[in-house]
């Protein structure tokens, strides 16, 4: 893939975070809650869609489906030549269409984390639920593994992703942080395990294990009783937005397990069925 530029890229929009992921016209989740998280922070985001669906699926009708191959190619290619990620400090990634996609997510990255080192890479696996099984296509798992996970500084999975991406039954903490663990390379440096398992966790609570090479974190936060779509999306840009604000990545893990629940709490207490941010940060 080669860049062209054209103009003055002095004068290129100046943007601080990228977000790669699902599109809907109606609800709550990919870009839909990512980049609206990441404004409401204080942010310039640019959103590249992956799939373009008038809802989620779990409404009775869906319109839409995945952005073709040549196109989603062409909106990366198109960031490059207008030199748009010049001033770019993060990207983050969430559901992807297909294995096509994913191999040409992972040679856009490799071409910008040549150019731009500094820059950081969140990937969220997007692949299912353990209430739900998996929703990609099978040989996903497999392109996020081999192509997709070595490009990322850190990786988003919950539990059941993790377990889908090493291959171990991670029914304990003990577990899932030595799996965790097997994702983590020169580059990757951690992961943050949503909806982590938990020895002799209360039925009320739910957990994140932020895993390093050196360092194992637990946050403890309210499990919130309702089945929104999107709270993994959620996470995702408010930990990138708070890592943007300066916060520590301890820090910043906590801070977006609270936000989750806070957004959670205030779609309820209005409620709708669609994740609703509220007025202030």
Same mark, same amino acid.
């Given at each position: 893939?080669?860049? *062209?530029?054209?103009?003055?890229?002095?004068?290129?929009?100046?943007?601080?975070? *990228?977000?790669?992921?699902?599109? &809907?016209?109606? @609800?709550?989740?990919?870009?839909? *809650?990512?980049?609206?998280?990441? %404004?409401?922070?204080?942010?310039?985001?640019?959103?590249?869609?992956?799939?373009?669906?008038?809802?989620?699926?779990?409404?009775?009708?869906?319109?839409?489906?995945? *952005?073709? /191959?040549?196109?989603?190619?062409?909106?990366?290619? @198109?960031?490059?030549?207008?030199?748009?990620?010049? %001033?770019?400090?993060?990207?983050?990634?969430?559901?992807?269409?297909?294995?096509?996609?994913?191999?040409?997510?992972?040679?856009?990255?490799?071409?910008?984390?040549?150019?731009?080192?500094?820059?950081?890479?969140?990937?969220?696996?997007?692949?299912?639920?353990?209430?739900?099984?998996?929703?990609?296509?099978?040989?996903?798992?497999?392109?996020?593994?081999?192509?997709?996970?070595?490009?990322?500084?850190?990786?988003?999975?919950?539990?059941?992703?993790?377990?889908?991406?090493?291959?171990?039954?991670?029914?304990?903490?003990?577990?899932?942080? /030595? #799996?965790?663990?097997?994702?983590?390379?020169?580059?990757?440096?951690?992961?943050?395990?949503?909806?982590?398992?938990?020895? /002799?966790?209360?039925?009320?609570?739910?957990?994140?294990?932020?895993?390093?090479?050196?360092?194992?974190?637990?946050?403890?936060?309210?499990?919130?009783?309702?089945?929104?779509?999107?709270?993994? /999306?959620?996470?995702? !840009? #408010?930990?990138?937005?708070?890592?943007?604000?300066?916060? !520590?990545?301890?820090?910043?893990?906590?801070?977006?397990?609270?936000?989750?629940?806070? &957004?959670?709490? %205030?779609?309820?207490?209005?409620?709708?069925?669609?994740?609703?941010?509220?007025?202030?940060?």
């Amino acid at each position: 893939m080669t860049a *062209i530029l054209f103009g003055d890229g002095q004068r290129a929009l100046r943007t601080d975070i *990228i977000s790669v992921q699902s599109q &809907v016209v109606y @609800g709550s989740v990919g870009n839909s *809650i990512a980049i609206p998280t990441l %404004h409401q922070a204080g942010f310039r985001a640019m959103a590249v869609p992956t799939v373009l669906l008038s809802n989620t699926p779990h409404y009775p009708s869906l319109y839409g489906g995945a *952005i073709p /191959d040549d196109w989603f190619k062409g909106y990366l290619t @198109g960031l490059l030549e207008r030199d748009a990620v010049r %001033h770019v400090k993060g990207i983050i990634t969430g559901y992807l269409g297909s294995v096509g996609q994913a191999e040409i997510l992972a040679d856009w990255l490799e071409q910008v984390r040549e150019r731009y080192p500094h820059l950081w890479v969140i990937i969220d696996p997007v692949m299912g639920d353990t209430d739900s099984g998996i929703y990609v296509k099978q040989e996903l798992p497999q392109a996020y593994r081999e192509r997709l996970l070595p490009l990322a500084t850190g990786i988003t999975p919950n539990a059941f992703e993790l377990e889908r991406l090493t291959g171990r039954a991670s029914p304990g903490l003990a577990q899932a942080v /030595d #799996a965790a663990r097997t994702l983590l390379n020169g580059r990757t440096q951690w992961v943050a395990v949503t909806s982590a398992p938990g020895d /002799d966790l209360p039925a009320d609570r739910m957990q994140v294990a932020l895993v390093t090479a050196q360092n194992v974190e637990v946050f403890v936060h309210p499990r919130v009783d309702a089945e929104l779509k999107g709270t993994g /999306d959620l996470f995702c !840009s #408010a930990l990138a937005g708070k890592l943007l604000q300066g916060m !520590s990545l301890p820090e910043a893990v906590k801070g977006a397990s609270d936000r989750v629940v806070d &957004v959670m709490r %205030h779609t309820l207490a209005l409620g709708f069925d669609e994740l609703a941010l509220p007025e202030h940060p």
